[in-house]
């Protein structure tokens, strides 16, 4: 069996960084602070020929020098991120990579790390300023003036999977997975810290029946995946598949150099096939990661969805990270970003490589198809999906997500479209930003409100973010014993200097305090010359059905009316509604609004077994869209 021990980690730094290249040497560097602070370091590592590296390359690795030796230890690695030699080409040069000390100044207020990349064009065997095309920075952290007491350490849940000799638990052995948390602080799962036990047993017959390099399976028909998947793959109805750490689909998690490395990565790519009715279940932290150029076919059916869910052995605290889709399509940094020396997926100049915990994704290809979403249900996750720079020709349809969420749904640049959503949270809902440009329709979020928790059912982000949506139903109600307002902030379209267009939208429910809870927006946004821009929210059949009269962002006040929602999720009335001009967001895609005459995701008059939702969605999950007695 394959054995892991994990905390559960979760960073969410977005890095953007352009080009690529590689060194031959090992090498440490180590910028000195001067005053006491910790101080970022770095080290690069060459390694040998591989399928994602067909030159070989270099791994820049860095961190923060915890214990002050100037050196980058192997426990102090935060961030890792490969980087390939360019393909051999007519003049014969080499792609090389400094890393130099950045002082304090416009570049990093506190200091940090400058890596500077290019191509050795005069052979020399070492980066020339003139030779330098692209230069990124890792900036140290701020210095937040005179240190106060120390706060207590955090403790982390630990998962441990052992070998279990045949016995009591397991007549033909097994494996027990257990589950706590480090009370200790030691990093091992001691026997007192166990508060949750599984045996997975074998049966009569042996263990192993099937095995690869990334996964293996019992003759349970229970398969444990892992690792990369380097090939085409298909998880199959027949049997259960377990996520024992991060599962990675192809090796497109590298620099992309030019449009035609990119192409390579595209014509490398593998394809994930998930049949219809097939669970899933994922441990603690671990997620799955579709590379750039590869694909996720999980196509389910109403009759036989396909579901992810958490491990059904596992605390309910200890969430897995949910499905990522990395993609080659344009993304946008926030200004803010762009004046710390991030560059654009627009900036034809560079090919776009945006990093993150979990590899690179950008580009400029907004036709990019990272593959099907269709009839699938993902629970237990702390980010449900995450869609990053993923084109129009990616499908995601009938789709719902559940759980206590930072978002179910995050979207980061990218054109995909989506359609027939569902989801059920206590935390935020969707997510869009960093030049998102899309639509969206026939979407519910039945905000489950925290009364200790911001919660945003729809939030936008970045200038260069586009979204329209149309009959969406955004519901939230109060069942608390003791009813009372929440200290927190809550809103239904929460805008910020992006553009949104709504069409055919109902907000309903008492958990929506403010005058400004339907549509929250900063009015506009100050460009990168520091002049004014208006950017104010558009919408035509807004119903408000919360307590309180709201406004849009130019003062106009969208009263509130009494209306209610029955068991289908659809608004009871006789009345329609008419769009005079549907205006969907120009991505390329060539995307038209179904043409709908009513507000709200389900039609009203709709029986509740005739529902888009129905029949597939997680037993129990839609009960509470119905407005509460």
């Known amino acids: 069996m394959k054995h892991m021990l994990a905390s559960v980690v979760v960073s969410s730094m977005l890095l953007t960084a352009c080009g690529g290249g590689g060194s031959s040497d090992e090498t440490d560097s180590t910028p000195s602070t001067g005053d006491g602070k910790l ?3 770095s080290m690069t590592t060459p390694f040998a020929l591989s399928q994602g590296c067909p030159n070989g390359g270099i791994e820049v690795s860095t961190g923060i020098d915890d214990n002050g030796d100037g050196k980058l230890d192997a426990t102090e690695i935060d961030n890792t991120q490969s980087v390939c030699h360019g393909s051999n080409g007519n003049s014969g040069s080499s792609s090389l990579i400094t890393t130099n000390e950045e002082l304090a100044g416009a570049n990093c207020t506190n ?66 997975i257990t589950t706590g948390i480090d009370t200790d602080s030691s990093g091992v799962l001691d026997q007192s810290e166990v508060t949750n036990s599984r045996y997975i047993c074998n049966s009569d017959g042996g263990a192993i029946v099937e095995t690869s390099d990334f996964y293996q399976c019992d003759d349970n028909d229970l398969c444990m995946i892992y690792g990369q998947i380097d090939r085409d793959f298909t998880l199959t109805a027949d049997k259960t598949w377990l996520m024992t750490e991060a599962v990675y689909a192809g090796s497109g998690n590298r620099f992309i150099l030019s449009e035609e490395d990119a192409a390579s990565v595209q014509a490398d790519g593998v394809t994930l096939t998930i049949e219809p ?24 059916t109403a009759e036989a969805p396909i579901n992810f869910s958490a491990y059904s052995g596992q605390l309910g605290f200890q969430k897995w990270q949910g499905i990522r889709l990395q993609g080659l399509a344009e993304f946008y940094p926030y200004i803010a970003d762009i004046e710390e020396g991030s560059i654009s997926c627009a900036d034809e100049s560079f090919y776009c490589n945006v990093s993150s915990s979990y590899g690179y994704f950008g580009g400029n290809l907004n036709d990019d198809n990272s593959g099907v979403i269709k009839y699938v249900t993902i629970s237990g996750a702390d980010r449900s ?58 979407i519910i979020l039945n905000q489950q409100f925290d009364y200790e928790s911001t919660n945003l059912a729809i939030r936008l982000a970045g200038v260069e973010t586009q979204l329209t949506a149309s009959n969406v139903l955004i519901a939230g109600y109060d069942h608390s014993e003791d009813f009372g307002h929440s200290e927190y902030y809550t809103s239904a379209f929460n805008t910020g200097n992006s553009k949104l ?55 106009n006040t969208i009263e509130s009316a009494y209306i209610t929602i029955d068991s289908s999720g659809a608004l009871v009335t006789e009345e329609t509604v008419s769009v005079t001009n549907w205006q969907p967001v120009d991505n390329g895609s060539g995307f038209v609004f179904d043409n709908t005459n009513y507000a709200g995701a389900v039609a009203p008059g709709t029986a509740i077994e005739d529902a888009w939702w129905y029949g597939w969605t997680i037993e129990g999950s839609m009960d509470e869209l119905e407005t509460p007695d």
Not at 387 to 415: C, I, K, P, W
């Open 39 to 41: 101080s970022t370091v």
């Open 111 to 176: 200091g940090g790390l400058r890596i500077d990349i290019g191509m050795d064009s005069n052979s020399s065997g070492a980066l020339d300023t003139s030779e330098i095309t692209t230069t990124q920075y890792v900036c140290d952290g701020k210095d937040s003036g005179t240190s106060g007491s120390d706060g207590a350490n955090g403790l982390a849940s630990l998962i441990d999977m052992t070998d279990e000799p045949a016995g009591d638990n397991c007549d033909h052995g097994g494996l027990l």
């Open 277 to 300: 009715g097939t669970e899933i279940q994922a441990l603690p932290d671990t997620t799955l990661v579709i590379t750039r150029g590869s694909k996720l076919m999980a196509e389910g």
């Open 385 to 442: 999906l995450t869609l990053a720079s993923t084109g129009y020709n990616t499908t995601v349809e009938n789709l719902q997500m559940t759980g206590d969420s930072r978002y179910h749904l995050f979207v980061a640049g990218g054109t995909t479209n989506l359609s027939h959503i569902s989801s059920k949270s206590y935390g935020n809902g969707f997510y869009f930003g960093y030049g998102y440009k899309g639509n969206i329709q026939h």
């Open 501 to 555: 267009t709504v069409y055919n939208t109902v907000i309903h429910g008492d958990r929506f305090e403010s005058y400004s809870s339907c549509l929250d927006n900063y009015n506009g946004y100050y460009d990168e010359n520091d002049i004014w821009t208006d950017n104010f929210p558009e919408y035509q059949n807004l119903i408000n059905g919360t307590l309180y009269d709201c406004s849009d962002s130019d003062e």
